[in-house]
């Protein structure tokens, strides 16, 4: 079965998935004081986008090896304004009964040499047998990877060599950017307790 087959046979089922991360997502702002998230986008892969990333893979563009080889063909982008969020979200993820956590990648910590920074995870939902991806990520990096990722789809491009120096030192400004207004949220937030 070729993954388009499959895509118009289970979409009912990617719709499901995606409304389950979209809930997850919405459940983890339940019950906090505090809004972690500024807003989510999610999405179902289209079969030619899987197509492409199967060739890339050196895989055959079929609907066995798109759910086997890859895990995002339903994913969710969370996105955050401070840092530590990310951390919070991923952390109140990792604890839900319904889902298993099969693979993070932290590119907050280890950034890709091209100053890519976000939080991957890829998880199971149980009751659907199916993998998603979750990406979380501030403001600022999302701002980041959008303008590279149109790179992606470029072909000789003028100045290559100086357009990827110029995006690793913006990333690597952003990244600094993200730590000082992490800190200064935490110091009015800790000046608020303290004044209490
Ligand atoms: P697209 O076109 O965005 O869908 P895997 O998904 O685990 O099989 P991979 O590449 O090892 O494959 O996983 P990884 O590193 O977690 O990357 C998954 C997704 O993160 C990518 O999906 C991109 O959306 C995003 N990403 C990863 N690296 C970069 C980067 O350097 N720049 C930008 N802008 N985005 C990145 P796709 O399917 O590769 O691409």
Request: aromatic letters at 8%; glycine letters at 2%.
């Amino acid at each position: 079965m070729t993954y388009e087959e499959f895509y118009k046979e289970k979409y009912p089922v990617l719709l499901k998935a995606e409304e389950q991360l979209k809930n997850l997502i919405t459940q983890s702002e339940t019950n906090e004081n505090e809004k972690k998230i500024a807003y989510c986008i999610s999405r179902i892969k289209s079969p030619e986008s899987m197509k492409q990333k199967l060739l890339k893979k050196g895989e055959e563009p079929n609907a066995e090896n798109a759910v086997s080889k890859v895990n995002d063909a339903v994913g969710i982008r969370v996105i955050t304004s401070f840092v530590d969020d990310i951390y919070k979200v991923s952390d109140w993820i990792s604890s839900q009964d319904h889902i298993e956590v099969i693979n993070i990648k932290d590119y907050i910590a280890y950034p890709k040499p091209n100053g890519y920074r976000s939080y991957h995870m890829i998880i199971h939902l149980n009751d659907l047998n199916l993998n998603a991806e979750i990406q979380i990520r501030t403001i600022a990096l999302d701002f980041w990877a959008n303008l590279e990722h149109q790179m992606k789809y470029k072909k000789n491009i003028k100045d290559e060599t100086l357009i990827r120096s110029e995006l690793k030192r913006c990333a690597d400004e952003i990244a600094s950017i993200d730590l000082s207004m992490q800190t200064i949220k935490d110091l009015i937030q800790n000046g608020e307790e303290y004044c209490k």
